[in-house]
């Protein structure tokens, strides 16, 4: 119970993104926290993946001045892995051929920005959608942001693969209005393949969670040739069927969009991008 005394003030964020309408009811805020202790193969927002800041390089837009060596203190631009994200040589950047993505930001900054639009969410319906990343993997900040919101009348809703433990969803769960939850695959050994985790405790959680009555939408990222067969799909939706209450499931067409980021970010290219045409 400590850690939930108070609520955390700031906590890092990647990007806020307005006037979204795929990622809950209505016309929505996105928040994007860092940190997702997942590591999907068809991942398209890596760069959340990290806890903290990390800086992307894009070579294309380097004009080959130097100022990024000359203010370096770790010698990071001549060996990528001494690289602490200060973003010192993003700022130095003149043709931004770097870039710090992630930054800590405030509770009341964030809750600013997303009810600049509370007109829009009152008319269609919408709100405030927390993802990531992992939002819960930020549980302070998270819980801060939503009771907030919660107490602006904003509409709430949390993008989460349910990889987290029982407290956490205890405790948003009054907070949240919508959950989307991902279900990705079935067999355990083959989300830890292609995930980096097993799934057991996803499954538990979403149970658990509907057994408390929360309302969830399930998702399933429909990715060619790891779940897409008939067998797989009929697996999950069975799943989704056995769960207490009456659950909307929406499968969510592969893209990927994100294919690029992953050089920027020093990432290995994920070979599935190429197995489903992307490359």
Known sequence: MGKWKSMQASGWIFDIQRFCTHDGPGIRTVVFLQG?????SWCHNPEGWTPRGQVAIYPSKCIGCGRCADVCRNDAVADRGRCVSCGACCEACPSESRRLIGRIATADEVIATAMRDQPFYVTSGGGVTLSGGEPLSQPEFSCGLLRQLKER?????????GFTDWE????????????????????????????????????????????????????????????????????????????????????????????GKYAALGLEVPLLGDECGNE
Do not use: W
Not at 153 to 161: I, L
Not at 184 to 203: F, P
Not at 213 to 235: C, K, L, Q, S, Y
């Open 168 to 259: 956490t969803l205890v405790r948003i769960s009054p907070l949240t209005d919508l959950f989307l939850y991902d279900i990705k695959l079935l067999d355990s050994s083959r989300h830890a393949e292609l995930c980096g985790v097993g799934n057991e405790q996803i499954l538990a959680n979403a149970r658990r969670l509907s057994q408390s009555g929360a309302h969830i939408v399930f998702r399933t990222p429909v990715v060619p040739g790891v779940n897409d067969g008939a067998e797989e799909m009929r697996r999950i939706g069975e799943f989704v069927a056995s769960l207490p209450g009456l659950h909307q499931h929406e499968l969510l067409p592969y893209h990927g969009i994100g294919a």
């Open 153 to 161: 009348g904003a509409h709430t809703a949390v993008e989460t693969s």
């Open 36 to 40: 997702c202790p997942l590591r999907c």
